[in-house]
């Protein structure tokens, strides 16, 4: 019996995964260009925001790494999904408290 072949969906996964955490680094740079100069908290916000996106993505780039050579990568292993969600999470917050307090 043969492994099955998972196509370019361990690929797409990778690339979502990529573009997820690309748009969390660009809210880090908002954040960070929105405070520069007038506000010490939205400057740590963004900083804050900035390492937890580049915790995200190598991450997830650890895990492919990690599985690229098993039949099947595992990008869709408990933790690291539940840690992208939280960071998501934990972005989306600091985003409304930018926009509330703008």
């Not at 992208?84 to 999470?89: N, T």
Request: hydrophobic letters at 50%.
């Amino acid at each position: 019996m043969s492994t099955p072949d998972p196509g370019l969906q361990p690929e797409r996964t990778l690339l979502a995964w990529r573009r997820t955490s690309l748009g969390l680094i660009a809210n880090g740079i908002l954040l960070l260009a929105s405070g520069h100069g007038s506000s010490d908290v939205r400057t740590g916000l963004g900083i804050v925001v900035l390492v937890l996106s580049l915790g995200c993505w190598a991450a997830v780039s650890a895990v492919y790494r990690h599985a690229k050579g098993a039949a099947v990568p595992a990008l869709g292993q408990d933790r690291v999904l539940r840690i992208a969600a939280g960071l998501v999470l934990v972005v989306g917050l600091f985003d409304l408290y930018a926009v509330v307090t703008r």
